[in-house]
């Protein structure tokens, strides 16, 4: 099958074109490389195709119609909540203007679906109900949960105008390697390189906020599974489990054996105190869980940070 994914150097990204090519797809990774690394994608070099080009570009249309892919996966986006909330202008040009580019260039090919990736940490803001279920009313704190939102009602009208299949998943906070330890976004990856060069890591608050941390291979593996024609609608994907910032710079240290103290700044106004999300619905249709506790995964994080 002939597949597009947007962001497929980045994190994530970069990973399901792993696990794509894998499977024997034509692959066409579309990405500006701002934040995305050819060197994520690497080892899949001579199965994939590659354009470099940012997804707010009225050139995207003609390369959609050159690979004519019949699945896309929207990936690519402005990751963080800091960042949105510094420069909400950027983050609502990427994240609401480049994917409705993307959304209006499928629907020229005609693509059989399209899979985009959404939030469910950003989304339902201070829920009252947690685990949190999709039908929790979305109250967004932030300008990255905002844009997010927006996009996924862009491509809920572009299926009742156009007729354009879709599924959306909306991921908790995800994990893994490959993972930006120098970035914005992603505090296990920041956190666990700061404590292997013995650096304290800085913490919002008091450090008692959680999310629910779900690892990438588990991520991947719904993306695939969300492929099928059968599946629609969107779905959560998480572990259902909380931890607290301060439980991860604990874990972190034991499996480094490091004792790391911890700095304390301001809470950052927009940023959820509490997020952990019920994935039941993506259990019963689309038979998929996550499969990787946070000791587990925080484990292969070290390691591949120990390994570069």
């Not at 940012?54 to 402005?78: G, M, N, W, Y």
């Not at 930006?180 to 060069?197: H, T």
């Not at 609608?233 to 874990?251: D, M, P, R, W």
Request: proline residues 5%; aromatic residues 8%; contains cysteine.
């Amino acid at each position: 099958m002939k597949i597009v994914v947007t962001g497929g150097a980045g994190f994530i990204g970069s990973h399901l074109v792993d696990a794509l090519t894998k499977l024997g797809h034509r692959v066409l990774v579309i990405d500006s490389l701002v934040h995305g690394k050819l060197s994520n994608i690497a080892a899949s070099l001579s199965k994939y195709d590659f354009k470099k080009i940012d997804i707010c570009s009225p050139k995207l249309e003609r390369i959609f119609k050159t690979f004519k892919p019949q699945i896309v996966f929207h990936l690519a986006a402005q990751t963080s909540v800091p960042v949105s909330l510094k420069n909400p202008s950027l983050d609502s040009a990427v994240n609401i203007g480049g994917s409705v580019n993307v959304f209006q260039s499928a629907l020229k090919v005609k693509v059989n679906k399209v899979i985009f990736t959404s939030t469910g940490g950003a989304l339902y803001g201070e829920a009252l109900v947690r685990p949190t279920p999709e039908t929790y009313p979305a109250t967004p704190l932030s300008p990255y949960g905002i844009a997010k939102l927006a996009a996924e009602n862009y491509l809920r009208y572009f299926n009742l105008t156009h007729k354009l299949k879709h599924t959306i998943l909306r991921f908790s906070n995800v994990y893994g390697p490959r993972q930006d330890p120098r970035g914005e976004a992603g505090v296990i990856a920041i956190f666990a390189d700061k404590i292997l060069r013995n650096e304290s890591p800085s913490i919002n608050g008091t450090g008692q906020q959680t999310r629910d941390y779900v690892y990438v291979g588990d991520v991947v593996t719904a993306l695939i599974k969300s492929m099928s024609p059968k599946v629609a609608g969107f779905y959560n994907i998480a572990t259902q489990k909380e931890t607290s910032v301060i439980e991860l710079v604990t874990k972190i240290n034991k499996l480094s054996k490091k004792n790391i103290t911890p700095l304390h700044r301001p809470v950052i106004k927009g940023e959820v105190y509490r997020s952990v999300l019920n994935s039941n619905k993506a259990k019963k249709n689309l038979g998929w869980k996550a499969r990787v506790n946070i000791d587990q995964g925080l484990k292969l994080v070290i390691q591949s940070l120990k390994d570069k």
